[in-house]
């Protein structure tokens, strides 16, 4: 070494690198007439890689069990906080409108009814009348069997007008805008607007949130109205040209077979399922990250989150309504 005159960390790595192939090759090596700058460099590199890698230990598969379902625990016990602050700070700020009405951003809330209720209406019709006329052929492909091809009116309406149709909507609803919010006001936290508009005085929940919400709120009723009507249509169009029922029996049989009572139970369930997607949506996004690997993270997130929570209330407003006699 002693016509080295310069030499970096990665020169001294690699004089190393090749002082220890030939050791492992059987040989001897040794570095000489190093410059006195560089001793230190040396022998600090010497030591690099030289502890040898601890055993790993296989984990017991029921310990790991038993300690994922405690994270997940712990993860849904956290989840539930975040919702229920989300919750209350949407109905503080609700509260708060109710007072000074003036506070309510009009224009906010029309463009938000625009996005979420208008331009949803195409796709919520399309997707509930081939649903309506996929029940109405399964139906009476079947109840022929036993005679009883009427009776798939009974089914197509009921099923309709009290689970499905708003079941379906609210689903929808939940990947369309629920995800439109999070990667909304996502990309807003990851930009600091949020926490500019905290900087001037305003709060977030009311010129963000609240808008979105009252929206999904007002919407997802006329929505799920407008997708029961197409899925029925559907379903009647079926049974015209493939059970051979005409639009006159067929709605006969249809105010016969449904009572004002199903289309209530539909339209009670709406709002709640539209606070549950929007509260959920506003909550994932405001817990985005600064990367956009936590943005598509929280989206996938929150419509996870909200067909779930739309399908677990839809199952609590069904034992509800069973036990008023409704």
Known sequence: MAEVSELDTLGAWLFERIKRRIVLAGHRADMIDVAAKYVNLIEEVREVNRRKPEPRHEPNPLVGMISEVGRSTIGAREDIAVFLQMLGAFFVALFGVLRRPRALRVTSLVYQLYKVGWQAIPIIVLITFLIGA???QQGIFHFRKF???????????????RELGVLIVAIMVAGRSGSAYTAELGSMKMREEIDALSTMGLDPVEVLILPRIIALVCALPILSFIGSMAALYGGGLVAQFYGGMGPAIFLARLHEAVSINSFEVGIIKAPFMALAIG????????RVKGSAESLGRQTTTSVVKSIF???V????FAVFFASVGM
């Open 313 to 316: 209330l839809d199952g609590l």
């Open 134 to 136: 996929i029940i109405a």
């Open 309 to 311: 929570l739309v399908i």
């Open 147 to 161: 005679g009883a091809d009427s009776y798939v009116v009974d089914m197509v309406g009921i099923l309709v007008l």
């Open 279 to 286: 509260v959920v949506a506003c909550s994932e996004g405001l």
